[in-house]
């Protein structure tokens, strides 16, 4: 049974910094790729990060703007985005998901975690 869980948001300050985590269990982080996107209230999930499973290559969109960093230790199965310089508009809720390849399309993926929140005051 494959599941998700992240940890990590909280409310920091712009100019801050987070970790999240996503925590797996049930598939190997080694062999499956782990996306990060971010929803706000009535807009789609929205691309940020990937992962690649077998050679951890990073992808990212445009978004971050070299703020993020994606990474993954495999003795934990557990992929973290690491977010710094904060803005108030990466405000939202964070979700990782896993698929065979990494994806900027949120509807190529099937397995998703809870999600937690994000919220970057001014």
């Known amino acids: 049974h494959l599941q998700l869980v992240e940890s990590g948001g909280g409310l920091v300050h712009s100019g801050g910094s987070l970790r999240l985590s996503c925590a797996g269990s049930?598939?190997?982080?080694?062999?499956?790729?782990v996306g990060w996107f971010r929803q706000v209230p009535g807009k789609e999930r929205e691309p940020i990060s990937c992962?690649?499973?077998?050679?951890?290559?990073?992808f990212y969109t445009s978004d971050p703007n070299g703020r993020f960093a994606i990474s993954k230790d495999s003795t934990k199965n557990t992929v973290y985005l690491q977010m710094n310089s904060l803005k108030p508009e990466d405000t939202g809720v964070y979700y990782c998901?896993?698929?065979?390849?990494?994806?900027?399309?949120?509807?190529?993926?099937?397995?998703w975690g809870q999600g937690t929140q994000v919220t970057v005051s001014a």
């Open positions: 992962i690649s499973g077998k050679d951890d290559i990073p």
């Open positions: 049930g598939f190997s982080v080694n062999d499956l790729s």
């Open positions: 998901a896993v698929r065979g390849f990494c994806s900027w399309s949120q509807y190529e993926y099937t397995n």
